[in-house]
């Protein structure tokens, strides 16, 4: 009777285990795996014209999941949007549509939230149209 029982007590013991060594396994990949590059690499497709500039940063978060948190009051007055991409990563789409508008982005990468801020500065001149060229898509801003 008591082997019996010492032969299942064993048994649930190996049982276990083994499954705080899998869970120990998941739990340090998931912690080993870098969020923010993983955040800039989604590749993303989109088609807009003419769209206000606060559409299209919605659109782009609702095709990515990321958050954008910004001040309406600094992007006020942003030029519309046309935009035509085709499996562009969202670093190549950040940089193209706000690095010609003088806003730069921080990545913060276990939330994948992403802030906005306007640069003011007086001797640099901000472009309010531009294309971005790269892989045959085009990225521009139009003035209204």
């Not at 912690?31 to 500039?53: C, K, M, R, Y």
């Not at 562009?88 to 730069?104: A, F, M, N």
Request: a neutral charge.
């Amino acid at each position: 009777m008591k082997k019996s029982f010492t032969r299942k007590l064993w048994k649930v013991m190996k049982l276990c285990a083994l499954q705080w060594i899998i869970a120990l396994t998941f739990v340090g990949a998931s912690i080993a795996h870098n969020v923010g590059a993983q955040v800039l690499d989604q590749e993303i497709s989109l088609t807009l014209t003419g769209v206000p500039f606060e559409e299209a940063l919605h659109q782009i978060q609702d095709l990515t999941n990321v958050k954008f948190f910004y001040s309406p009051a600094q992007l006020m007055g942003e030029a519309p949007v046309t935009i035509q991409i085709d499996g562009w990563t969202l670093g190549e789409v950040l940089e193209g549509l706000l690095r010609q508008r003088g806003i730069e982005y921080r990545v913060h990468e276990k939330e994948a939230i992403i802030t906005l801020r306007k640069v003011v500065n007086g001797s640099e001149s901000v472009q309010d149209e531009g294309t971005m060229a790269g892989r045959g898509k085009g990225l521009s801003t139009e003035r209204g």
